[in-house]
C-alpha cells in the first residue's frame, strides 16, 4: 500500500513528512476529541517526526489565537497535569501547528493551503465537518491542485442518512479519491476493549470451537448513555437513535463478534467478513418491526429534562431503540442479538453480552439444571474496560444437602494487567493507524452501504406502519420492550 519509513511509518514520498489537514478545525469534534488526540500522542512522543498540522476553519483568526485557545483547553486537562513534560510537548506540537482561516469548500480559497503544505508531504485531509461537504470540500481539495497520489481523506460518520444518500457521498468523494485513499472513520473501533475482543477471539483457541448457535443462546450489545442530546437537537432530529448510533457503532460491534475468522488482520480480510454479516442480518421490514423493534423518547424525570423541552417543540425522533437482530447463516442461526441504545439512561453502559446456553441437564440432586446459571461472557467497554467470563463454583463447605453452587467471575481486568492508567481518547488508535497507512480498523465503502440497506428497511417499516415512540422518563432503562430485549 504505501512504502513505510525507517519507522514503520506509511511514507509513499520517501521524504518522511506528513502533513493533516482538519477540515471544521473549529468545530466541536476537532476541539473534544481530534486536538486532544493528537496533543496526547505528542506528550507519548508517538506523533509521526515530521508531522505538520494545518487546521482549517471558517471562523477567522489567527494560528497564534487558534494554538492559545487549544492550549487553553488542554493545559489543566487531568493528562496533561500527570504527565511529564506537558510544556515541552505543547512547544513541540503547537510548532507543528498552524491555522487558516478559509471555507474549505471554495477552491481558489483552497489554492492558499497549496502555500501552506510542503510538496512532497503525504497528505491527510480529515473532514471533522458536515457529511453534505465532504464532496463540495473534495472537489475544492482537487481543484487547488491537493488531490494527488499522496493525499488521503479521513471521513467521520454519518456518512449519509440513508442509503440513497450515502451513495451519493461516497460517489462525490470517489470523484477525487480512489477507495484505497479513503478512510472512514468508526471512533468505536479504536476503543481499546474493542481491539481486545479481536484478541481474545482470535489469539486464545478456547473460544471458537464454542461460539456458535450449538452453544450460544443469545448475545446482547448495550450502548448506553445518561446524558440526552441538548443543543445537538438540530443535527439528531434528523437521524435519531437508529441512524446516529445503531447504523454505525452497534452494528460495527455486531460484526466483530459474530464474523468469521479473517485469514490475517489486514483491511480486505477483515472488512470482507464484516460484510458477510451485515448482508446476512435478516431484513426487517413493516410486517415484523412491531414485534422486533422499540422506538423510545425521553421525557422530563430524574436524569433530566425531556428530548420535547430541549428541542422546544415535540417530535416523532427516536433517542433510544431496541432491535431484535437475526443472522441468517450456519454459524448464528436462531441466536438472537439483541441491540439496544439510547439517551438519558438510567446508566452509562456499554457492553456486549455472549449468554451461553444452560447445561442440558444437572447431575446434582436438589439443584435442576434451572438452578445453574449458564455461564456469561461480558465485554464491557464503558465506563470501565473489562472482559469477565461467569462460571457456576461451588459453595466452599460442608453440607448434607448436596452439593451449592453461585456464579463467579473471571475478570480480564484491564486495570488488573498493567493498563495505561489514563484512558486513551479512541481516535488516538486511529489517527496513529492514518499515519502508519493501517486501515484495517477503519470501515469499508461496501459495509457502510450494506448496513444502510438493513437499516433503511427498518426505516422503511417504522413509516410504513407508524410504529410510535413510546415514552420513557430520562433516567430509566428505556420503555419496556417484550422480546426485544432480554432483561
Ligand atoms: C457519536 C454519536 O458517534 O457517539 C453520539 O453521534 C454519541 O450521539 C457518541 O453520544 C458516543 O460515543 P462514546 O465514545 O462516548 O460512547
Redesign the pocket.
Known sequence: MFIRNDQGQADPTGTGAQHLVLLGAGGDLASRMLLPSLFFLELDGLLPEGLKLTGVSRTDETSDDFAARLWESLRTHPRTLAAGGAALAWSRFSARMDYLAVDATDPEAMKRLKDAVSPDADLFFYMATSPSLYGPISRAVQAAGLAGPRSRVVLE?PIGRDLISARAVNDAVAEVFSEDRILRID??LGKETVQNLIGLRFANALFEPLWSNLNIDHVQIT?A?THGVGDRWPY?DEYGALR??LQ??LLQLLCLVAMEPPSELDPEAVRHEKLKVLRSLRPIGRAEVAANTVRGQYTAGQGGAGYAEERGTPSDTETYVAIRAEIDNWRWAGVPFYLRTGKRLAERR?EIVIQFKAVPHSIFPGAGSGDLDANRLVIRL?PEEDIALSLMNKRPGLSRDGMRFSPVSLSLSNSAHGAEPDRRI?YERLLLDAFDGNSTLFVGRSEVEAAWAWVDGIAEGWRESGLPVQPYPAGAWGPAGEGVWRS
Open positions: 460518520k471512533h468505536y450502548i448513555e439528531y446516529d448510533m454505525n457503532h456499554t464503558q479512541a
